[in-house]
């Protein structure tokens, strides 16, 4: 079958998303099989349309002569990333591959071909995709990116509390954590001490898990990123952990609200705690009050882990929390 490929025809994509039969491979609800199916699908053709109407982002499709899109790419401009990293930094944030596709390597492969003439256009230093472990053609995905200069960097695993199954549900005790730990709101008061803990702690993360990045913008970049959380309302909440009156950890998390399925998603999104108080419970502690938040205020919450993290998953497993997807995470480095 001739195949053919164009970039940036945004317009046609927009227009035959509702139309077209897609595995979409990155797909929002993954791993929820309760959820009613055509909702999930119309949420996430709203979630493409409004990402492919913005002027960073930009796609990819190949084409059957019919006219009908076998598969298509989209890459969006990462402005935080690129002003920290002093890259320009984009994301492979979706693949969606037809159903009804007769050939997956050749469409994958000449979809690649036309992700490589963006990266050119548009002068990308660094391209980043983050690969969901549930679909079927994830690992075949994973392989192609690799023939094309992608290298792993690791596998985010995403844990997951619902309404649905919140009387299961158990808080990992806490007696051992003593009467000198507490938990409370952060404020203003407290920027200087999450802000050199978050440049102090984070060493096992995608960002510095790669070679080709510089550590020192790896650094900075969660120590901005968690400034911006409390100064300009990026988290929904954020906790500070203390012991004996001294910043010892902090967890922030926020929520979303999805118009197609009618209700809030929660997100974990940074923590850390000083290594000085490490094996005292102070992460078990503040991931607590976080799924708790969650079951008040969401439908479901979310929140990650790498697969290496052992102790996470022993907290989060004893929680009784499901493990909903992973995410193998990978990049290539073009400067």
Known sequence: MD???GVDSKADLIKKLPFGSFNLLNAEFSGYPHLDKNLVLNSNIARLTNLLSHADTHCCCVNIPSGDIEGFLILKSQNFDSHMLGLKVYQITDFGLSKNCGNLIDVIDLL?????????DLKIEYLFHSCDTNHLLSSLIVNQ???RGFYYLGTLLKF???KKNQDSFHLVSDSSHGSNLSIRDAVQDDLGAIAKLAKDSYKMDRFHLDPNLPQ????LLFEQSTINSLTEGLADILYIAEVNGKVAGYLSARRRFDSTMGFYVGEGMISAVDPTYRGLGIFTKLSNKMWEWFLRNAEFGESGTYINNLPVHKAWTNNTLTMVRGHHQMACYFK
Do not use: A, E, T
């Open 145 to 147: 990116l690799c023939c």
């Open 216 to 219: 020192k913008r790896c650094d």
């Open 160 to 162: 997951s509390i619902s």
């Open 112 to 120: 690649l071909v036309g992700m490589k003439q963006l990266v050119s």
């Open 3 to 5: 195949l053919s490929f």
